[in-house]
């Protein structure tokens, strides 16, 4: 769980205590006037909630195998961070515009377009299916869920105990599942462009590279702003495929995912002291 000063990560050791773990913030990031930057504000963030993800994940891995101690960085983690952007670029950007590419000759530059588009998002959609099937990642979908209910609950101003959170539903409009939904339609828009230009494959594929941070920063503002505005009808028309995408990242946990996610919140609002967090 993150909040605006600090991160909490709840992890249960082979015993099956709960190991928290708090971590402040870096408050010229999270405090400081590059929030108050549009565009800026997203990437940055997003760096930063992605650094924090891995090291997470370690840490948790960390401890779950006993380890007496656990470290929340280092060159693993790193490299577990950039062996991901290559092979998630690789896969979602530099495939689907190879496949376009090979019908590139009998199509229009923005037919060709939205075919790279389809196979992205069929791409994105399929990967996400088949690593749910995995037995560990049902288990990582299970604390997803979780850590939604714990949010809708404390949005909600419901008690935060584990028969109360229960009652909440598994999605929420913050969810990352939702930013990379968006980044999979936004890129159709942004690529599209490139078609007409006539480029060798080489050059073309390296401007999509280059477009990925331009199309994050984009979708990271519309999910801000569509989370901040969900009382218009339209907003809640327009978030139903994000909403229903995170029937594939979450699972319905048990309620000892739940005593966790809760832990981990209620370790992040008592560094707050005042304030909303966010789910990460």
């Not at 997470?56 to 790193?78: I, R």
């Not at 569509?226 to 946990?253: G, K």
């Not at 609002?269 to 304030?275: D, N, P, R």
Request: proline letters at 5%; glycine letters at 8%; a positive charge.
């Amino acid at each position: 769980m993150r909040g605006s000063k600090a991160m909490a990560v709840a992890v249960r050791n082979p015993k099956g205590e709960i190991v928290l773990h708090t971590q402040p913030l870096n408050q010229k990031l999270y405090g400081g006037r590059t929030m108050r930057i549009p565009f800026v504000r997203g990437l940055t963030m997003l760096w930063d909630a992605l650094g924090l993800g891995m090291r997470s994940l370690m840490y948790s891995a960390d401890v779950a195998l006993g380890e007496e101690d656990a470290k929340f960085s280092g060159p693993l983690a790193w490299g577990t961070i950039a062996f991901s952007l290559a092979f998630g670029i690789g896969l979602f950007i530099l495939l689907p515009k190879g496949v376009s590419a090979l019908f590139e000759s009998s199509l229009t530059p923005i037919v060709s377009a939205l075919m790279e588009g389809v196979v992205r998002l069929l791409l994105f959609v399929a990967y996400i299916w088949l690593i749910g099937k995995m037995n560990d990642i049902k288990r990582v979908f299970g604390y997803h869920g979780a850590e939604h209910k714990t949010i809708n609950a404390y949005e909600a101003g419901a008690e935060l105990t584990v028969e109360s959170v229960q009652r909440f539903p598994l999605s929420h409009p913050r969810c990352g599942t939702a930013f990379l939904l968006t980044v999979v339609v936004f890129s159709i828009l942004f690529f599209a462009p490139l078609n007409t230009l006539n480029l060798p494959l080489v050059a073309s594929l390296a401007l999509r590279i280059v477009l990925v941070p331009i199309v994050a920063m984009v979708a990271y503002e519309y999910i801000r702003f569509s989370a901040r505005h969900l009382d218009s009808p339209i907003i809640r028309a327009i978030i139903v495929p994000n909403l229903a995408m995170q029937s594939l990242t979450t699972r319905q946990p048990d309620d000892s995912m739940i005593e966790v996610a809760i832990t981990a919140f209620k370790r992040v609002l008592e560094s707050e002291q005042v304030g909303t967090a966010a789910a990460i």
